[in-house]
């Protein structure tokens, strides 16, 4: 069972919507990211929260934007998408920044299944 | 940047063993992660070699040679329930975030 929950688990929007992606973390963690998942294709890092200041944008396109209330929660506004955007969109989150130890993995939702038409 | 190489399909038996290898090419290397992700699922961690050698955890084993740029994951005693994508993660000085692999889809059959 995670710690980890994102709402809603699947999302089909058109173009022009405006859409919001929701994750919640339960574990008390200080860190949290947005990972795109295409078929075929490695986990993109897209955002990075640390102490709900942002702290990593990997040049996601402007259609995509994060915001950190707090460190609980983490959502993903969505406008404008295209049909590529279509993906899974996984949350996670860490004690601290991942990579330090072995105690800073990350834990993952179980994602948004996005389909753009 | 990093590169992260892993096969994209392995398939075997129920109740045997399989070796997924993952190489890397990382300037600043710190350590390693494995993750496994069943169809539909959140990833779940595995787990993270920072030293050289073998790590065992029950039936999952994972391997780092730094020098080598080299990691494999090692499953024995497979059971239909490991069938799952397993996700090999590099992290680097500088940037801690994990760089990901396209992940193994594994595939146990009777």
């Known amino acids: 069972e995670t710690g980890v929950t994102q709402t809603p688990r699947h999302l089909v929007m058109g173009m022009t919507n405006k859409k919001s992606l929701k994750c919640e973390q339960h574990?008390?963690?200080?860190?949290m990211y947005w990972y795109k998942q295409s078929a075929k294709k490695p986990l993109e890092l897209m955002f990075v929260?640390?102490?709900?200041?942002?702290?990593e944008n990997n040049s996601v396109p402007s259609r995509f934007s994060p915001e950190c209330p707090n460190s609980s929660h983490l959502f993903l506004h969505l406008h404008t998408l295209q049909p590529e955007d279509s993906a899974l969109y996984l949350c996670a989150s860490s004690d601290g920044l991942a990579g330090h130890s072995s105690t800073d993995t990350q834990y993952f939702g179980p994602g948004t299944r996005l389909t753009v038409l | 940047g990093q590169n992260i190489d892993q096969p994209t399909e392995m398939t075997a038996t129920e109740g045997a063993i399989v070796q997924i290898n993952c190489t890397y090419q990382?300037?600043?290397?710190?350590?390693l992660f494995w993750y496994q992700q069943h169809a539909g699922e959140a990833p779940t961690f595995l787990s993270y070699n920072v030293l050289d050698g073998l790590e065992e955890k029950g039936r999952f084993s994972s391997f780092l040679s730094r020098s080598k740029g080299y990691s494999y994951l090692l499953l024995k005693e497979l059971q239909m329930k490991d069938s799952a994508s397993y996700l090999c993660?590099?992290?680097?000085?500088?940037?801690?975030?994990?760089?990901f692999g396209r992940g193994t889809s594994l595939i146990v059959h009777p």
């Open positions: 993660a590099a992290t680097s000085g500088g940037s801690y975030i994990p760089t």
């Open positions: 990382t300037s600043g290397f710190n350590g």
């Open positions: 574990l008390g963690h200080n860190a």
């Open positions: 929260y640390s102490l709900e200041e942002r702290v």
